[in-house]
């Protein structure tokens, strides 16, 4: 099993441009989130999911969308970059929604926004 | 503010020694809490956890101990290891709402 993995690793965008991150896990797990981590503020929930076709807000949503379209896949989507946006991206997954000792990462998208 | 935070952002051990690392939490509600690691370039890997009915846990050289008294939380790791060098996190859960809230985390350096 790949457990839960990410692309891209790495992107730089320019203020205004949108992209697509993709997480996708193999473990099949009903629940999928997304964090964003910043130097000093620890891991901030942005979406999260508990299903298929099935998505909500976590902390920090504004600035960012999400997709849950096949159940190991969760997209998020920056429309509109903002340099308030530079950060690295996990995602996690977990078979349940409280199985937080359960709750798998991935290694992350470092994402620059210039 | 945040409502889970670590008092130290680092910390230097000696090879073979013991690592204490604390957590402090403001919100008497929080009833599960966990520890988490993640080494450079990987995501959060979970240690351990405890719940609010406890006051100690163990597991394989680690310990988390729990204060509800004081709100705070510990982790404790016997026989440092080079491999125990990582930024280690806190995390609570509220029952209000069971979503994770994440500490700044405490960069743990391991001296040969």
């Known amino acids: 099993n790949a457990g839960v993995t990410q692309t891209p690793k790495f992107r730089v965008l320019k203020t205004g441009q949108s992209m697509t991150l993709l997480c996708a896990q193999d473990?099949?797990?009903?629940?999928m989130y997304w964090y964003r981590q910043d130097p000093g503020m620890g891991l901030r929930l942005i979406h999260y999911s508990v299903g298929e076709g099935t998505t909500a807000k976590g902390e920090v949503p504004d600035g960012y969308n999400v997709s849950r379209l096949k159940k190991q896949n969760f997209l998020l989507g920056l429309e509109s970059a903002a340099p308030s946006q530079t950060s690295v991206y996990f995602c996690a997954s977990s078979y349940l929604e409280r199985s937080y000792n359960e709750q798998f990462f991935g290694p992350g998208t470092r994402l620059t926004v210039l | 503010g945040e409502s889970v935070g670590l008092h130290l952002p680092t910390l230097s051990v000696q090879e073979g020694d013991n690592s204490i690392i604390n957590c402090a939490y403001s919100n008497s509600a929080s009833d599960y809490f966990i520890w988490y690691k993640q080494e450079s370039g990987k995501g959060p890997q979970f240690i351990i956890d405890?719940?609010?009915?406890?006051d100690k846990r163990q597991g394989q050289r680690v310990t988390v101990l729990l204060n509800k008294t004081v709100k705070h939380l510990s982790l404790q790791i016997a026989a440092t290891q080079p491999g125990d060098s990582a930024v280690y996190f806190c995390a609570e859960i509220r029952s209000n709402d069971y979503k994770l809230s994440f500490g700044a985390g405490t960069t743990v350096t391991v001296r040969a």
């Open positions: 405890i719940r609010s009915n406890m």
């Open positions: 473990m099949n797990h009903e629940y």
